[in-house]
């Protein structure tokens, strides 16, 4: 059977061309990018119908919706009838231009965008505007202008799904115009297929088996805080982190608490190192703690460059060592980073440190 498909599959890609009927709306509840949601029916069909009449022109296809935007916009094809086929939706009878049918048969154009309205009252189209080829629609799971044998708007799920597509597909094949074309009985089988279709020198490739890709359910993707795209692989390995954090008791909220504390601890070392080396006044206390908690490394950098704004003689700090006692850590961090060794800091213990 699957060899079947194939050929099918392959005498309708060397006949295909714009469709004379396509499939404008999908019966049942439709989706837009936004998330607006609308319904088609038979009435729907009715209402556009009446507007159509009294407006008494064709409706007509454009490209990328030219024609709203009150620019030139030749025509890429015109809506001859519009019927309503149950389970299905709205068909389309469409003239198409020349150049739009060269467009769709080449796959340049592979969808399209209808201009409607939608009725507030209860969410059915009412108007029809009019349809443009675009590549880029912004109706959900919409079917293509050229769709497959037997394939209906893609993942589109109506009220009841149907049984058949319409029989004017504009030049696809099913089984029974196969045999037909084939010069065969009407109960041939797939082998008596096979080898008509042989005699004629067609190719058929051998059908591929689909790659399957293990599904993990989305509830576990969301729990574990992980992208749709993530694998299997980075799902064990987030259920291993989550029993390691639980082996060694530390909450994701005592972490953060922790690196807090530290943060404040390495900030205030810093900003005493500042101002005992004057590169701080007491007036910038609160705007340097505030800076080295929020970036440290570019605090420290800050201190090396800036000038002295206090000279360190000047500075009375509570508990201040005698002069010629060693530099406490902090004036030693500072020291350090302006190239001042400890023994200079011990003979020169009132010193002022400054920039040139």
Known sequence: MKDLLNIIAKINRQAEKAPEWMLLFAAGWGTLADGTRYLVDASSLDMIK???????NDL???YEHASLEKKPSPAA???????????????ARVEWTDRAADFIAAREYRYFSPVFAIRKTDSRVCYLD?????????????????ARLGAGPENHQPDKQPDKQPDKQGGLMDRKRLIAALGLAEDATDTDILLAVAKLGIDVPEEKEPETREVIPKTVIAALDLAETDNETVVVASIHALKQ???????????????????????????????????????????A??????????????????????????LKIKNDPPANAAADDAVLAVA???DVSEDDLKKYGGMTLATG
């Open 50 to 56: 009446e507007i159509i009449t009294r407006r008494g």
């Open 77 to 91: 094809g015109w809506i001859k009838e519009l019927k309503w086929e149950p389970d299905t939706g709205i068909m």
């Open 245 to 287: 954090a639980g082996q060694t008791g530390v909450t994701p909220e005592a972490f953060a608490s922790l690196q807090a504390k530290i943060a404040e601890r390495d900030a205030t070392d810093a900003v005493n190192a500042a101002m005992a080396a004057g590169k701080v006044a007491p007036a910038q206390k609160d705007w």
């Open 130 to 146: 009019s349809v443009a080829l675009t590549n880029r629609p912004k109706t959900t799971n919409l079917q293509p202008i050229l």
């Open 289 to 314: 703690m505030q800076y080295a908690k929020d970036n440290l490394e570019g605090f420290n950098l800050y201190v090396a460059k800036a000038p002295v704004v206090v000279p360190v003689d000047k």
């Open 60 to 62: 007509h296809f454009d």
């Open 336 to 338: 350090k980073l302006m």
